[in-house]
């Protein structure tokens, strides 16, 4: 397998990985509360490998270009550590208080990560790395997601948010997973 198609392979895991993990093997009882948050842990861990990996493909002489995917990646990086341990936390099911700090700490971290996805969008818009529509697209939609977690309170969140976030969240998705097949279809450059 070729480094792009491995790539944009990563892509598409991240879209559909975790949605998949979270409808298929948790909400039909298949998997139990941790095991679902463990192996879509898995699948979201491939977000930053998938950014990570097209990080230096394209040579380009703008510093600044690079300083925004670096920038995005560290904050995803970071965003993405804070979710995954409220997940874990949430899985646990310790005691009654254990969903609600999970859930303090979740949105918290899903904003940053997709505050981090936002500013790597922007660093590929000065790439050709994707089409510009691509890039903005990206940068858009994780950008509505960020905004959306940040502005609203926790309480807020946990009454209304599935109605809101889960559709943000797939189209999210829906983005990662065209990268992936642009990624592959990607012509190498030497």
């Known amino acids: 397998m070729t480094d792009k198609m491995v790539n944009g392979v990563f892509f598409i895991i991240a879209g559909l990985g975790s949605i998949a993990v979270y409808m298929l093997l948790g909400e039909t009882g298949i998997l139990d509360k941790g095991h679902t948050e463990k192996i879509a842990a898995y699948a979201l861990i491939t977000i930053p ?9 394209n040579k380009n002489a703008f510093i600044k270009v690079q300083t925004y995917i670096d920038a995005g990646l560290l904050m995803i990086v970071v965003g993405l550590s ?72 926790p309480e807020q969140l946990s009454n209304s948010g599935d109605s809101i976030v889960a559709p943000l969240w797939m189209i999210n998705s829906l983005v990662l997973v065209v990268l992936g097949i642009f990624t592959i279809r990607r012509v190498e450059e030497n």
């Open 49 to 57: 490998l998938a950014f990570m990996m097209t990080r230096n493909v």
């Open 82 to 153: 804070m979710g995954l341990v409220s997940d874990a936390v949430n899985s646990a099911e310790l005691s009654a208080e254990s969903n609600l700090i999970g859930e303090a700490i979740a949105w918290t971290g899903w904003s940053i990560m997709y505050l981090g996805i936002f500013f790597t969008g922007l660093g590929y818009l000065c790439t050709n790395l994707f089409p510009n529509w691509l890039s903005g697209l990206l940068s858009l939609t994780s950008f509505v997601m960020f905004a959306y977690l940040a502005i609203l309170s």
